[in-house]
T-cell receptor
Framework: AQSVAQPEDQVNVAEGNPLTVKCTYS??????LFWYVQYPNRGLQFLLK??????LVKGSYGFEAEFNKSQTSFHLKKPSALVSDSALYFCAVRDRGDTGRRALTFGSGTRLQVQP | DAGVIQSPRHEVTEMGQEVTLRCKPISGHNSLFWYRQTMMRGLELLIYFNNNVPIDDSGMPEDRFSAKMPNASFSTLKIQPSEPRDSAVYFC????????????????FGPGTRLTVL
């Protein structure tokens, strides 16, 4: 079974400060990991994914995420937050070895509020 | 590319009525997913198809819910009869799967259908 935990319901950060949104995962084998963002009244938008190789993954809008196998984490980061980054962020995982199940398992989401 | 298309964007109906939600996946994608999002339960996978075949419907709440994918470019999610607790935003997503371990199957989401059952 695969699962994702996003321990923070909400993260507050001031504009211009660095931000981190936390995610930990559990899979039987090796993971594919994803981050999605959801703006109000919109669908989820793909931000970035970890497949293999470099543990630091760069994605859209200046976001990046760091894969840490020993801590089973995949935290989302951005060096300087913008007010427009305020949204709901979802982490998702799929077990790379489970070719029978193509579906992702999503976390509960973390609301990011960036204050001007 | 137009992305995943869902219709209607909003649906308001009365309890007991039949509701049909529609989805057109991204052209060339061979996997399609239906999700439901509520404040209480978050984002739940209802069912997914691969090459038009339902693979996992364990998330479908009960027999009132049914989903079909008659061809690669169209899917429906039907609720009959609808109940107030079905009120939610329903998302469709699609991805391309090569079938092997190397396929990451990045999912792309539609804008969602906001369903309100009175």
């Amino acid at each position: 079974a695969q699962s994702v935990a996003q321990p923070e319901d909400q993260v507050n950060v001031a504009e211009g400060n660095p931000l981190t949104v936390k995610c930990t995962y559990s899979v039987s084998g090796n993971p594919y990991l994803f981050w999605y963002v959801q703006y109000p009244n919109r669908g989820l938008q793909f931000l970035l994914k970890y497949i293999t190789g470099d543990n630091l993954v760069k994605g859209s809008y200046g976001f990046e995420a760091e894969f840490n196998k020993s801590q089973t984490s995949f935290h989302l980061k951005k060096p300087s937050a913008l007010v427009s980054d305020s949204a709901l962020y979802f982490c998702a995982v799929r077990d790379r070895g489970d070719t029978g199940r193509r579906a992702l398992t999503f976390g509960s989401g973390t609301r990011l509020q960036v204050q001007p | 590319d137009a992305g995943v298309i869902q219709s209607p964007r909003h649906e308001v109906t009365e309890m007991g009525q039949e509701v049909t939600l529609r989805c057109k996946p991204i052209s060339g994608h061979n996997s399609l997913f239906w999700y439901r999002q509520t404040m209480m339960r978050g984002l739940e996978l209802l069912i997914y198809f691969n090459n038009n075949v339902p693979i996992d419907d364990s998330g479908m709440p009960e027999d009132r819910f049914s989903a079909k994918m008659p061809n690669a470019s169209f899917s429906t999610l039907k609720i009959q009869p609808s109940e107030p607790r079905d009120s939610a935003v329903y998302f469709c997503a699609s991805s391309f799967s090569s079938g092997g371990k190397a396929s990451t199957d990045t999912q792309y989401f539609g804008p969602g259908t906001r369903l309100t059952v009175l």
